[in-house]
């Protein structure tokens, strides 16, 4: 039985047929939102993200075929509100898509290039020359799978004399795809041959100027077997730039930031080499001798920007993407259930009876200890009841924020004495039942009577804390059950939230027991030390964080000298960050300080069991989490 | 058979609920990876369709459940990959083979028997006087020849184990000729040959004492051997016969090797070496150690009309051997009845506990 939630990868569908009706528009939008055509197509732009957050279908997205497809299917339901987004940004207009896209993947053999015995120019020679003809050749091989003749295709110049564009790409469409493949085949020969070639033989190889890219500033092209023109725009989208070695990828940076270059050209990587977006935009600025500038020299567009409006965003597109791969799965389809929040039970029935009671009991010892009186305790129950009552909540959810309540009272007024009269003082700031309260009283229940936190849609989508991958692999694991169910026709095919909430703790304990990056291990323990702390802090009777902590906060200026005090943890941090394991805040402000917080990612806070709001955090140093690692202190 | 079917059929007949998830995956897997392959199939017919019938023929639920649980954990089954995967692995312990006995005959160690040209060519020599027969059509002979193109001749490649007078005058015909272009010094006589086979159970089908026939030995190693008697101008003095099975049980193993000795003594120009590709342990075997519920259920559920006069009981296997094995083109009978017999639906009257194979065995022996 066929089931796309198991693709995960963009590169595993074949065709834009088949990888088209899988994308959402939603993460497009939220990508390309504050960013014109103009600003992303005139100058190198950068897409980072974390592995698995859809960098390559982003790019996918703008190869020919893929816009071709939009284009004649602009009317069809299913990739209207994509074929909007695409339309609004410039890559498609009325007659057609506007770019013609070559997306280059860094694979192994452009890699392997840097480990040839050569000088570090002969290489880049090598390397950049590789770049170009298979850029040349790609756009060549979009056109003509497209069935565009070779006579409809015009190429558009820069207005060089015709000798000098001949020697550096070619001044026709022929000419430049015959130099692209004597130039990859000249290329390829040097690359693969069993013994090196001389230095001598490199140097003959590459005294003839290659440079398509600087020339080639567009196409004009007769689409459709029409007499129509179309202008297209030439691009290139360097992908998996991350696999790169890093003097390669300077090179590449350095080749393709040139203002002389008319074309657009993307750079799609993970900001692996850095421990965070900022300080990956931070070295791109600092790199080369006349430094580059953000906005002026070069654009960055973040996969997840860690706002609001990511959350909101990534919610949608998780939904619009289940839905999508929902209606490719013929038992849903058969049964009419291609809604993912259809299918999972958003109520949870609470903790049983007995544990009522135990926890009413708790509540009652708690008065009797913290000495409140019982009109106070009713006076903390009607709030309770307000605002619980109209969220309509169970009984066990109104005892657990009722005993939050006592205890922050307890917090805000004088100590009382022992043996003297009970007094009800008035609290030195006013106690409310809040959203924070409730949040806080489920997860002491979950981590008190195992009650279901983890269930119903949105739960679902941040459970892949901005990761389409990581969304896709826990989605699979309640798929694959509801499967189950409607194969044996059962009535009711709801995933209850007890189900929900077993599936995804299982899924991701058993996915960091899987983990096998470099440095796992440490990065495991780094991610258990942080998780019992957060769990301690989230623990507390009066829950003064509200929804809970699963972050480790440290001073900014302790964390701005990692990397010579600690340089191991510093090595443990990027890789912890990369496979996202967590997420580093380089600044956030509170209590009149600025702090770096390392917040846990979607399976570490789902593990230890945390919430997924952000912004609570264990105040810690340095040192303790270089210590938690195994590092030994000096 | 709609798979979606299937498996609710399935579910219903074990009562799955909430494990159906993991069960369903699990089945899924293994009959696409294995079990859909099995060519004792039913034209139309699958593994799902045969699991469905298999499971039926229990009236009790536990002891669905036990089946199931047995096919789960301790079946062993051996697809076409697996197997050729065995037949890959042959050559380097022919190679190895070949080498010692080119290291005994030159006295040298055996490391330096490739190394040096003189032991190299010898090398050369004794793997062209190399003689492949395949016993049964198990051994896969056209995978070994293919996999070993380059390394040994289509003339020395033999399918079956009954060779005829003209075949054994064209095969040393062509030996002599293949020494003679290569202008080697040597005598046109086979020195290795190598019986091959695919699956040994009891060893029974290989060698065992026979007091009925005339040599006092039945099997195919001593047809063979008392066979090429007849031709031993055709054979090296002392000729090496090496036997080799992809798979073989443990037990096997015990009883080949004394009566491989015994039978060598009798007939001392025939040095003859027993080896094996994948033992399969005891611990494999259905017993009441192994898996107790399922040994009791296999006790319990048998109709003896399944039985002929070659095999007689095979409740728990022919010749009572227990095992839980399954090749990808047959069941071997010494595998336990209840997964491969089958009742003749017109048999009367009706037998009191039927019995539906899950993997139907195709019989050799009427």
């Known amino acids: ?634 | 058979m709609n798979e979606q079917l299937a498996l609710k059929t399935i579910s219903e007949l074990l009562k799955w609920d909430s494990e159906a998830r993991d069960e369903f995956a699990w089945l899924k897997l293994l009959s696409t990876y294995k079990y859909d392959a099995y060519e004792g199939y039913e034209p139309g017919m699958r593994f799902y369709a045969s699991l469905i019938g298999w499971l039926k023929q229990f009236s009790v639920m536990k002891d669905r459940k036990t089946a199931y649980a047995f096919l789960k954990q301790h079946l062993v089954f051996f697809s076409r990959q697996e197997i050729t995967h065995l037949v890959h692995r042959y050559w380097p312990l022919v190679q190895r083979t070949i080498v010692k006995a080119v290291a005994d005959d030159m006295g040298i160690p055996t490391w330096k028997v490739m190394a040096e040209s003189a032991s190299r060519l010898e090398f050369d020599i004794q793997l062209r006087q190399s003689l492949f027969v395949g016993l049964s059509d198990g051994a896969k002979m056209d995978v070994f020849r293919r996999d070993n193109e380059g390394r040994i001749s289509n003339e020395q490649t033999v399918v079956a184990h009954e060779i005829s007078e003209k075949k054994w005058s064209s095969m040393q015909g062509k030996l002599a000729k293949a020494i003679k272009d290569a202008k080697w010094n040597a005598q046109p006589v086979f020195k290795h040959i190598f019986l091959i086979d695919d699956f040994t159970a009891s060893g029974t089908s290989l060698i065992r004492e026979e007091l009925e026939e005339e040599c006092g030995w039945d099997g195919k190693l001593p047809k063979f051997i008392i066979q090429a008697k007849d031709h031993l101008s055709k054979l090296s003095d002392p000729c090496q016969v090496h036997v080799h099975h992809y798979i073989a049980t443990k037990f096997s193993e015990g009883s080949i090797l004394p009566l491989a000795a015994k039978f060598q003594g009798q007939y001392p120009r025939f040095k003859i070496d027993p080896t094996f590709g994948l033992l399969i342990d005891e611990k494999f075997n259905v017993s009441p150690e192994t898996c107790k519920e399922f040994y009791d259920l296999i006790t319990k559920h048998y109709d003896p009309s399944v039985e002929t006069k070659t095999s007689k009981c095979v409740k728990y296997g022919y010749k009572e051997g227990l095992l839980s094995v399954v090749l990808e083109h047959n069941t071997p009978n010494n595998t336990v009845g209840l997964i491969w017999a089958e009742t003749n639906d017109r048999i009367e009257p009706k037998p009191a506990t039927p019995m539906t194979p899950l993997f139907r065995r195709r019989t050799r022996h009427m």
């Open chain 1, 1 to 634: 039985m066929y089931n796309p939630f198991r693709k995960r990868a963009s590169e595993n569908l074949p065709n834009s047929d088949a990888f088209l009706p899988l994308v959402s528009h939603a993460p497009v939008e939220y990508i390309l939102q504050n960013h014109s055509g103009d600003d992303l197509l005139e100058k190198l732009a950068f897409l980072l993200g974390t592995p698995g957050s859809g960098k390559t279908t982003f790019g996918r997205l703008f190869e020919f075929e893929s816009l071709m497809t939009l284009h004649h299917m602009v009317t069809n339901p299913s990739f209207k509100n994509l074929a909007k987004v695409l339309s609004d940004f410039g890559a498609i207009s009325e007659s057609g898509p506007s770019i013609l896209a070559a997306r280059l993947p860094m694979d192994a053999e452009y890699r392997e290039i840097w480990e040839l015995p050569y000088d570090e120019s002969v290489k880049r020679g090598l390397f950049l020359n590789l770049l170009q003809s298979r850029c040349v050749l790609t756009w060549c091989n979009a056109l003509s799978d497209q069935s565009v003749a070779d006579n409809a295709i015009g190429i558009v110049t820069t207005r060089q004399s015709p000798g000098a564009l001949g020697n550096i790409g070619g001044s026709s469409f022929e000419e430049l795809r015959s130099n692209a493949v004597e130039f990859e085949s000249t290329v390829y020969d040097v690359i693969h041959a069993l013994v090196p070639r001389s230095a001598n033989q490199i140097a003959t190889m590459l005294t003839r100027p290659y440079d398509p890219l600087s020339c080639v500033t567009g196409f004009a092209v007769k689409l459709d077997h029409t007499d129509i023109v179309t202008f297209l725009k030439p691009m290139l989208i360097v992908d998996d730039a991350h696999e790169l070695h890093s003097s390669q990828f300077s090179s590449l940076t350095d080749f393709l930031i040139r203002r002389d270059l008319k074309m657009a050209r993307w750079i799609l990587t993970r900001y692996d080499i850095a421990v965070s977006a900022n300080e990956w935009i931070q070295d791109q600025s600092t790199e080369g001798q006349a430094g580059r500038q953000l906005g002026r020299d070069f654009t960055v567009l973040l996969t997840n920007q860690g706002d609001l409006a990511h959350k909101r965003a990534f919610r949608n597109a998780a939904q619009d993407i289940a839905s999508r791969y929902l209606q490719e799965m013929p038992i849903f389809m058969r049964s009419r259930q291609t809604k993912l929040s259809a299918l999972l039970a958003d109520t949870c029935k609470g903790i049983s009876p007995s544990n009522v009671e135990k926890l009413r009991g708790k509540v009652n010892a708690d008065i009797q200890s913290l000495r409140i009186t019982e009109e106070r305790a009713g006076k903390l129950q009607t709030l309770v009841d307000s605002y619980a009552g109209a969220e309509n909540e169970p009984e066990d959810i109104k005892l657990a924020m009722l005993r939050i309540l006592l205890h922050r009272y307890a917090k805000r007024t004088p100590q009382q004495e022992l043996f003297a009269e009970i007094i009800d003082a008035e609290p030195k700031r006013e106690l409310s039942a809040d959203a924070g309260v409730m949040s806080a009283a489920k997860l002491h229940l979950m981590h008190e009577f195992g009650r279901p936190y983890y269930y119903g849609a949105d739960m679902l989508a941040d459970s892949g804390n901005g990761n389409i991958e990581q969304f896709l692999r826990t989605a699979d694991e309640l798929i694959t059950t509801i499967e189950s169910k409607l194969i044996r026709k059962k009535q009711n095919c709801l995933l209850s939230a007890e189900e929900q909430h077993r599936l995804i703790k299982d899924v991701a304990t058993n996915t960091i027991e899987e983990w096998d990056f470099p440095m796992h291990k440490q990065v495991r323990m780094l991610i258990d030390f942080i998780g019992m702390k957060a769990v301690e802090v989230s623990m507390t009777p009066n829950a003064y964080l509200d929804h809970g902590a699963n972050a480790y906060g440290v001073l900014r200026s302790d964390f701005q000298k990692m990397r010579v005090d600690y340089p191991e943890l510093t090595t443990v941090l990027h890789f912890a960050a990369a496979y996202n394991a967590l997420s580093i805040i380089p600044s956030y402000h509170c209590k009149n300080e600025t702090w770096t917080l390392f917040q846990l990612g979607g399976y570490p806070i789902i593990k230890h069991g945390l919430p997924f709001n952000k912004g609570g955090f264990v105040e810690g140093g340095m040192r303790s989490l270089f210590t938690a690692i195994g590092g030994a202190v000096q």
